[in-house]
């Protein structure tokens, strides 16, 4: 299977087609004034393509997410790989981060093998290969780290290897005061009631999900919605599966009309789920389209959860 970074240039070549979508949202209003309540996070695949050309520096993300006057970060571990064990360099993070007045969230853990395996061997492999970003975690005093839940096999062969995975996580990530959190990234994991199901029968408090509002796609790793998929899970009955266990929320996003709505997902009832579901912690960015620069995917993203949380109020 490619990488998430192969996988997005692929998309990003057109080599995929990505189908005209319009949709709902919210009404611009004049007044974009942040309401209590709405804490935003940016997370760092928002700007992949600048930090995989060097456009960018990665140590300097907190620095950069002041720019946008957004005080809380979500780190992806791709952009570290040659640092994970360097105790050093992360806790030079994190003195940048205190320095800005920017909180570390959390770190998302990408291809570090499949939890998900239903190979004892490979599984435990892939288990250990994520303890190095747990102690990265901890030491930039985030509250989770965020993994995959692949595997191949059964339905029920998938899920069982997840549910061994995710104890055994939580075991490892409890002393360290981190929770270990599902996203759906696509295949099952992005069958909200499967996901539920594994955190559910891990047993763990510590153990939550990171709702993305955009990876609903069955039928392909990562789980795209930017383009066109077999299998779509319904996105509003995911979102709505993941909240109870929610310790996060991604505000995926791929393109916006002339009025600044997302052209493919109503934000406004996403984020009506969310509040209503009593979830208090932070929605962060991730921007991931192409029709646009980064920059200004972020700061549409931005002000789209704003205008739309006001309506909410």
Known sequence: ?????????????????VPALN?????????????????????QWSLHRAFEKAELNAADFAAIARQYSISAVEYVNGFYRDKATDEKFWNDMKRRADNEGVKNLLIMIDEEGDLGNPDGA?????????????????????????????GEGSREEVQKAMIDSMQRLEEYAAPLNLNVL???HGL??????????????????NCGTLPDFGNWCLSAKWGTTQIECAEVYDRYQGVADLLPFAKGVSAKSYAFDSDGNETRIDYLRLLRLVKDSGFDGYIGIEFEGFDMAEPDGITATQKLLERCWEQLS
């Not at 490979?122 to 839940?149: F, M, P």
């Open 23 to 43: 949709l709902l949202s919210c009404k611009p209003e004049k007044n974009n004034t942040l309401k209590a309540g709405l804490n935003i996070s940016l997370a």
């Open 122 to 150: 490979a599984r435990t492999q892939a288990i250990e290969n994520h303890y190095k970003w747990l102690n990265a975690a901890n030491v930039l005093g985030c509250h989770s780290v965020r993994v995959n839940a692949f």
């Open 182 to 184: 599902i996203e759906n």
């Open 188 to 205: 099952f994991s992005s069958d909200g009631k499967w996901v539920a199901e594994v955190i559910q029968q891990s047993g763990k408090t």
């Open 1 to 17: 299977m490619q990488s998430r970074r192969q996988f997005i240039k692929t998309l990003a070549t057109g080599a995929l087609y």
